[in-house]
């Protein structure tokens, strides 16, 4: 069975930093693309960045992108994403979604729980 | 970026009858080479990640049921639920990938019973 475990959100002041994991399991984790989707609270889904199955090709939403790096460790499985100089607006939950290709991007096939970020004073 | 415009914001139908969701992008979202549509549709229910239901525009993801299907091309797409049941409350979210690696969602349509 395919899992995908967030952890890492909390209540972090605006300007500061905090780093997402996504533990998976359940498929060959080096096989796949991974993504990092986000959701405002009562609002619709925005991709925030994506990986290649080797970490050859990375890419960020406008919104992110000098802020948030994407990273992965295939040897653990895991999926991760650095988010430094945070504001208000990225205020939300953070999904790890899974790609059906190796290669940066199609749609996504799984999804984990996701963690929620709250960037407030 | 392709721009993904989803129809109506919200609707409610009553149990047995038919929904239909509307999604439009801003530009084609058909490869000629290969004649796909890349487009997908999710399910999200209420306190739960989104769900694959649909890919390529028309495939049905293993295990949902045919009581949902995809249909439309280049940049008319629709999402049609035949019988609604209690279980299918959910906002319905299409996504396309045309435009890989820059990946966009619509702004979702929330089905209620009537």
């Known amino acids: 069975e395919v899992q995908l475990v967030e952890s890492g959100g909390g209540l972090v002041q605006p300007g500061r930093s905090l780093r997402l994991s996504c533990a998976a399991s359940g498929f060959t984790f080096g096989d796949h693309a991974m993504h990092w989707v986000r959701q405002a609270p009562g609002k619709g889904l925005e991709w925030v960045s994506g990986i290649s199955w080797n970490s050859d090709s990375i890419n960020y939403a406008d919104s992110v992108k000098g802020r948030f790096t994407i990273s992965r460790d295939n040897a653990k499985n895991s999926l991760y994403l650095q988010m430094n100089s945070l504001r208000a607006e990225d205020t939300a939950f953070y999904y790890c979604?899974?790609?059906?290709?190796?290669?940066?991007?199609?749609?996504?096939?799984?999804w984990g729980q996701g963690t929620l970020v709250t960037v407030s004073s | 970026d392709i721009v993904m415009t989803q129809s109506p914001d919200s609707l409610a139908v009553s149990l047995g009858e038919r929904a239909t969701i509307s999604c439009k992008s801003s530009?084609?979202?058909?490869?000629?080479?290969?004649?796909?549509?890349?487009l997908a549709w999710y399910q999200q229910k209420p306190g739960q990640p989104p769900k694959l239901l649909m890919y390529w525009a028309s495939t049905r993801e293993s295990g949902v049921p045919d009581r949902f299907s995809g249909s439309g091309s280049g940049t008319d797409f629709t999402l049609t639920i035949s019988s609604l049941q209690a279980e299918d409350v959910a906002v319905y979210y299409c996504?396309?990938?045309?435009?890989?690696?820059?990946?966009?969602f619509g702004g979702g349509t929330k089905v209620e019973i009537k």
């Open positions: 530009q084609s979202v058909l490869y000629r080479s290969n004649n796909k549509n890349y």
């Open positions: 979604a899974k790609d059906w290709k190796k290669t940066t991007g199609t749609f996504f096939d799984y």
């Open positions: 996504q396309q990938y045309y435009t890989t690696p820059q990946l966009t």
